[in-house]
């Protein structure tokens, strides 16, 4: 698992677990004023869109996710590894 997918875990973790605590938009806004990792978070503003998983896709990629070719390559190789290590069923020996 890559930084920025660890990162999203953990936060999709954290707000899961405490998902009562977030009953208003201030508590989201608190939550965010007290995250000082190496992930930052910035206020929630309201949008529109048609595709809200194309358009998060492409912000992103965009802000954050913008690879050199080494990078997709090494990215393509360690998918290829994960599914491989998955058919074989050894995959949950190697984390």
Do not use: C, W
Not at 40 to 58: C, G, I, M, Y
């Amino acid at each position: 698992m890559g930084f920025v997918e660890s990162q999203k875990a953990a936060i999709d973790a954290r707000l899961t677990h405490e998902q009562r605590a977030f009953q208003h938009l201030e508590d989201f806004e608190a939550y965010i004023s007290r995250r000082a990792n190496s992930l930052k978070l910035t206020a929630a503003h309201s949008v529109k869109v048609e595709n809200p998983d194309l358009e998060l896709d492409a912000l992103l990629k965009r802000l954050v996710a913008e690879r050199s070719p080494a990078l997709e390559r090494a990215a393509g190789v360690t998918a290829e590894l994960s599914e491989v290590f998955r058919e074989a069923r050894v995959d949950g020996l190697l984390k």
